[in-house]
Nanobody
């Protein structure tokens, strides 16, 4: 199982920006599919963004054009740059990882059950 540690959450005013980081364990990070999910109080966990091992990305409609997922394989780290934040972005943000074993598997993983490894979460609060 991959160990994941998120950082970068905090309190920001609406319209502001934050960058979340997620450091992963393991020697084969370049073969990990990485995802960001979030969960607001009283709501189910929802997909935010994913970055596959080959660089493919996908975003939830609610964050498209505002959030950007990226990765640095040399640092075993995935990032989520969040711009133009809104109060409805307030949630605990979770990083997720899945080791992609099949060589030509480029499927974009947007479901929580696509991932077996999860971080502890980092709180993002956007004030109005």
């Amino acid at each position: 199982q991959v160990q994941l540690v998120e950082s970068g959450g905090g309190l920001v005013q609406a319209g502001g920006s934050l960058r979340l980081s997620c450091a992963a364990s393991g020697r084969t990070f370049s073969r990990y599919a990485m995802g960001w999910f979030r969960q607001a109080p009283g709501k189910e966990r929802e997909f935010v963004a994913t970055n596959n091992w080959n660089g493919g990305t996908a975003y939830a409609d609610s964050v498209k054009g505002r959030f950007t997922i990226s990765r640095d394989n040399a640092k075993n780290t995935v990032y989520l740059q969040m711009n133009s934040l809104k109060p409805e972005d307030t949630a605990v943000y979770y990083c997720a990882a899945e080791v992609v074993l099949r060589l030509f598997d480029t499927r974009l993983r947007v479901r929580a059950d696509d991932y077996h490894s999860w971080g502890q979460g980092t709180q993002v609060t956007v004030s109005s």
